[in-house]
């Protein structure tokens, strides 16, 4: 740990000699604490093996990203490196407050501000993961095409490594233009792993965003996932129709887009996402 407290006293300017860690949980890639030092100063670290380090790298790129949209707030980054045969990320600590309408609404509001903003292309500028699935981001103009060839049928190809294959996927990525023939999204700056978990308010009910997957994309896939496993309340959705409108296919294009989340957590931990992806597809190529 004394390497790590040297890396924060290099990047804050200030001695940081850590006093106490206490565990947090809720994830299940990354080792995650909070770190106090002697003089009170709190910061939120994360460990991981060594070659996690680009990941780190991604995700730092991510949270500055975010930040710098002056819209929805993220943690700041401090520092991140690597320590014998492990990487390390440190943000700083927000203390978590009680989620409540208000911050549900002001969550809801400034992220379709942060949606509104249109970015250069689909992708983004470098590789980084979802979970601790890779996730290719090669810059394209085309979003069907990226949706496509690099969300969809590179989950596709990790599944079939697995042994598992789907039916009528050949069938359901040649026809994907159909589902944007008559919407035609810009790329927005997305989270990218928007589920209740990566979503919370601090102390003062303000809404902040972490553990990013990010790249620019349709909104849409943003909001689609937190559909996936809740935790997001009608005043967060009314607030963000209110600032953004979403596309009136958006309830058709929610399934293509959450697709990719159930491969990916087959992917990461198989069991019952087989089905649920299988059924996402069979639905799917119902509406063609």
Not at 113 to 142: L, V, Y
Not at 210 to 227: I, K, M, N, Q, V
Not at 282 to 287: H, K, M, N, T, V
Request: proline share 4%; charged share 20%; with cysteine.
């Amino acid at each position: 740990m004394s390497e790590i407290d040297d890396a924060i006293s290099s990047a804050t300017g200030v001695q940081f000699k850590s006093q106490s860690s206490s565990s947090i949980g809720g994830g299940c890639i990354n080792q995650a604490s909070k770190i106090q030092s002697v003089d009170g100063r709190t910061f939120f670290l994360k460990i991981n093996q060594a070659s996690f380090l680009p990941f780190f790298e991604a995700e730092a790129i991510a949270l500055k990203e975010i930040r710098a949209t002056q819209t929805i707030m993220a943690p700041d980054v401090i520092t991140h490196g690597v320590v014998k045969d492990q990487a390390f990320l440190v943000l700083e600590y927000i203390e978590e407050g009680r989620s409540s309408s208000g911050s549900q609404k002001n969550l809801g509001t400034l992220l379709a501000k942060m949606h509104k903003i249109e970015q250069p292309f689909f992708g983004w500028e470098r590789d980084n993961c979802i979970g601790a699935t890779p996730q290719p981001n090669p810059k394209t103009n085309s979003w069907s095409e990226f949706y496509r060839d690099h969300r969809l049928a590179f989950q596709f190809k990790l599944a079939q490594s697995k042994g598992r294959a789907f039916e009528g996927v050949q069938k359901m990525l040649e026809s994907i233009e159909s589902f944007f023939s008559d919407y035609s999204p810009h790329p927005s700056l997305l989270h990218g792993d928007l589920w209740g978990g990566n979503a919370s308010c601090d102390s003062s009910g303000v809404p902040f965003l972490y553990d990013p997957a990010s790249y620019y994309g349709d909104r849409e896939a943003d909001l689609a996932f937190t559909y996936m496993f809740g935790g997001f309340s009608s005043s967060f959705y009314d607030a963000y129709n209110q600032e953004y409108p979403l596309n009136s296919g958006f309830s058709q294009r929610k399934t293509l887009y959450n697709l990719y989340h159930e491969l990916n957590h087959f992917n990461l931990f198989g069991g019952g996402y087989a089905s649920s992806a299988q059924s996402s597809i069979d639905q799917l190529l119902s509406q063609l």
